[in-house]
């Protein structure tokens, strides 16, 4: 991977079932993610943990040839994740989302990103939801679809905004209605079209969006590169299950 590349790697949790991986999977956790694993009530749940952390390491390993186990973590002050060790790698960036049936990380070598997945019969938003989350702008294009069109574009501005507030680290702390997008057209990709907190980086963040899945829609946030184009690559790690 060079360094105007993103690479997103996505599975379905439930599609590895095999006790001897899922046991291999389990002993590359810090003692921190193997209690928090346990601390989950339902299977489902631990079995997503279980996988979508496995993931992450699996790709930084496949990155970087260390071993996913020698991985370890830090926190930012809003709970995001970075690499602390092994220390020759903490210029790589990576960020994990999850959601019914999907687990995803990207990485890059360039800068802070952000990914969120979301599944489409999920029904995570309502109307009440919008209009005390989104901004004005946005609620106004949902209200303005049409009504088989509309909760996918519920989900494609929540999985915008979701993407740019992991991007800047900082969480829901950042009011979701202080920045608004315009959703991608044929000719254009989705973009910001208010940023109160920051103005003047109004033109620095870029968005990719996919649907990696049937089910599923993908959005990735990251910073422009002033000298270099990037190149977005949305795969399935049918490696892991050979992990």
């Not at 590349?5 to 003692?31: M, N, V």
């Not at 960036?93 to 997945?117: C, K, M, P, Q, Y």
């Amino acid at each position: 991977m060079d360094s105007h590349e993103i690479l997103i790697w996505y599975i379905e949790p439930e599609s590895i079932q095999d006790t001897a991986q899922l046991g291999r999977f389990f002993g590359w956790l810090s003692p921190e993610e193997r209690a928090q694993h346990g601390r989950f009530r339902f299977d489902q749940h631990k079995h997503t943990y279980l996988v979508s952390h496995a993931l992450v390491r699996s790709a930084l390993s496949l990155m970087t040839q260390v071993d996913p186990a020698k991985f370890s973590f830090k926190t930012n002050a809003y709970g995001k994740p970075f690499i602390a060790t092994p220390t020759q790698h903490e210029a790589l960036h990576f960020n994990l989302s999850h959601t019914d049936g999907l687990a995803a990380v990207a990485i890059s070598r360039h800068g802070e990103l952000g990914v969120d997945v979301e599944n489409k019969d999920r029904q995570i938003l309502t109307q009440s939801m919008v209009e005390q989350f989104f901004a004005p702008e946005e609620c106004l294009a949902v209200e303005q679809a049409s009504e088989h069109e509309r909760s996918t574009k519920m989900l494609e501005f929540w999985t915008l905004k979701e993407s740019y507030i992991k991007a800047v680290g900082m969480g829901l702390s950042i009011g979701l209605a202080s920045f608004a997008f315009k959703l991608a057209t044929a000719t254009q990709s989705a973009y910001l079209l208010r940023l109160d907190a920051q103005p003047e980086a109004l033109e620095a963040w870029r968005f990719w969006q996919g649907q990696p899945t049937d089910n599923h829609l993908m959005a990735l946030a990251f910073k422009r590169d002033h000298t270099n184009p990037f190149l977005v690559k949305a795969q399935r790690a049918n490696w892991l299950a050979r992990a």
